[in-house]
């Protein structure tokens, strides 16, 4: 069964600075790869997914993750981290073979200080 | 356009009791998702509904059960509620692309929260 996992509970970066969220899975085969952002007391939003092809993926409000196959990684990026990033990252994989179930890891929280 | 919505947003039960949640799919989707998100941890996937049918379910005991009506809205149906079903529960829709599976993105929507006494 395919699974995530977020090694960091919390990320702690200075406005401005780069910032990364790192991922790792494990899947039978290739893997449907997904990175979902929640704010207090909210459902998730999607952030961006990796199905195939280039494997950096650019997403929303500046974000970017790359797919590393070779080190099962997903990690995500920001080149330049905002006071309003601050919130709980979420990491998913669905495999292909079995893709109606998607895990999700169990959170990476992102504080970002002025 | 409407997103995902879900109610009711907050709900509180006793152990024993029954419970419904709904969810009503962003338009144009016809898959419902939903998931289980306990304080602190990730969601944990409980069954997809499609063309009014379960078609896959994860490691959930039979006390959790759903239902898709033909306008694509869903139910959630959990019985005897012990206090560790108190959680967010996160309906997640999309849209089928592929005749039976789908790797297209999960919409959510922002929960109920349930709280068991």
């Known amino acids: 069964a395919q699974s995530v996992a977020q090694p960091e509970d919390q990320v702690n970066v200075a406005e401005g600075n780069p910032l990364t969220v790192k991922c790792t899975y494990s899947v039978s085969g290739n893997p449907y790869l997904f990175w979902y952002v929640q704010y207090p007391n909210r459902g998730l939003q999607f952030l961006l997914k990796y199905i195939t092809g280039d494997n950096l993926v650019k997403g929303s409000y500046g974000f970017e993750a790359e797919f590393n196959k070779s080190q099962t990684s997903f990690h995500l990026k920001k080149p330049s981290a905002l006071v309003s990033d601050s919130a709980l990252y979420f990491c998913?994989?669905?495999?292909?073979?079995?893709?109606?179930?998607?895990?999700f890891g169990a959170g990476t929280r992102l504080t970002v200080k002025p | 356009d409407a997103g995902v919505t879900q109610s009711p947003t907050h709900l509180i039960k006793t152990r024993g009791q029954q419970v419904t949640l709904r969810c009503s799919p962003k338009s144009g989707h016809d898959t419902v998702s939903w998931y289980q998100q306990a304080l602190g941890q990730g969601p944990q996937f409980i069954f997809q509904y499609y063309e009014e049918e379960e078609r896959q379910r994860g490691n959930f005991p039979d006390r959790f059960s759903g239902h898709q009506f033909p306008n694509y809205s869903s139910e959630l149906n959990v019985n005897a509620l012990l206090l560790g079903d108190s959680a967010l529960y996160l309906c997640a829709s999309s849209l089928d692309t592929s005749g039976g599976s789908t790797w297209d993105t999960q919409y959510f929507g922002p929960g109920t929260r349930l709280t068991v006494l």
């Open positions: 998913a994989v669905r495999a292909r073979s079995n893709n109606n179930d998607m895990r």
